[in-house]
C-alpha cells in the first residue's frame, strides 16, 4: 500500500533486490542459555509513574536500549533480537548480528 502511494504521488520508483550476505548469528550453546538475571528493573518511558525520586535515587537504565560500558554492552529488559540490534549498532563489526537462540524475552544483562 505504502508502495503504491509513493508511486503514485511522488513518481518514486522502487527495486528490490535479494542476495546473500555473510551475518553473525547469535545462538544458545550446549548447556543452554546462561543468561543472567536483571540485578535492577527497567524503565519503559511512558509506562506510568516513575518508581524513583528524581534527584535522590538513581534512575533505572531505559528498557530495550544498548549501551557499552567498562564490562562490555549492557542491555536491559530487551528481547534477543534487539540484543542482537544494540549490539550490532554499538560494537563495530563488520557483518549483522542475527538471533538464532528462539529465547524470548531477554532479561536485562550485559556482556
Excluded at 19 to 39: C, D, F, I, T
Excluded at 65 to 85: S, W
Amino acid at each position: 500500500m505504502m508502495q503504491s502511494l509513493l508511486e503514485e504521488r511522488f513518481q518514486l520508483k522502487l527495486h528490490r533486490e535479494t542476495r546473500e550476505v555473510s551475518v553473525y548469528a547469535l545462538v544458545v550453546g550446549r548447556g543452554g542459555p546462561k543468561v543472567p538475571p536483571a540485578k535492577v528493573e527497567c524503565f519503559v518511558p511512558g509506562s506510568g509513574r516513575a518508581t524513583w525520586r528524581p534527584g535522590i535515587d538513581t534512575p533505572p537504565p531505559f528498557c530495550d536500549i544498548g549501551e557499552r560500558t567498562q564490562n562490555g554492552l549492557e542491555v536491559h529488559g530487551a528481547t534477543m533480537a534487539n540484543f542482537c540490534i544494540a549490539a550490532w549498532r554499538t560494537v563495530p563489526v563488520d557483518r549483522i548480528i542475527v538471533d538464532r537462540t528462539g529465547v524470548w524475552p531477554a532479561s536485562s544483562t550485559s556482556i
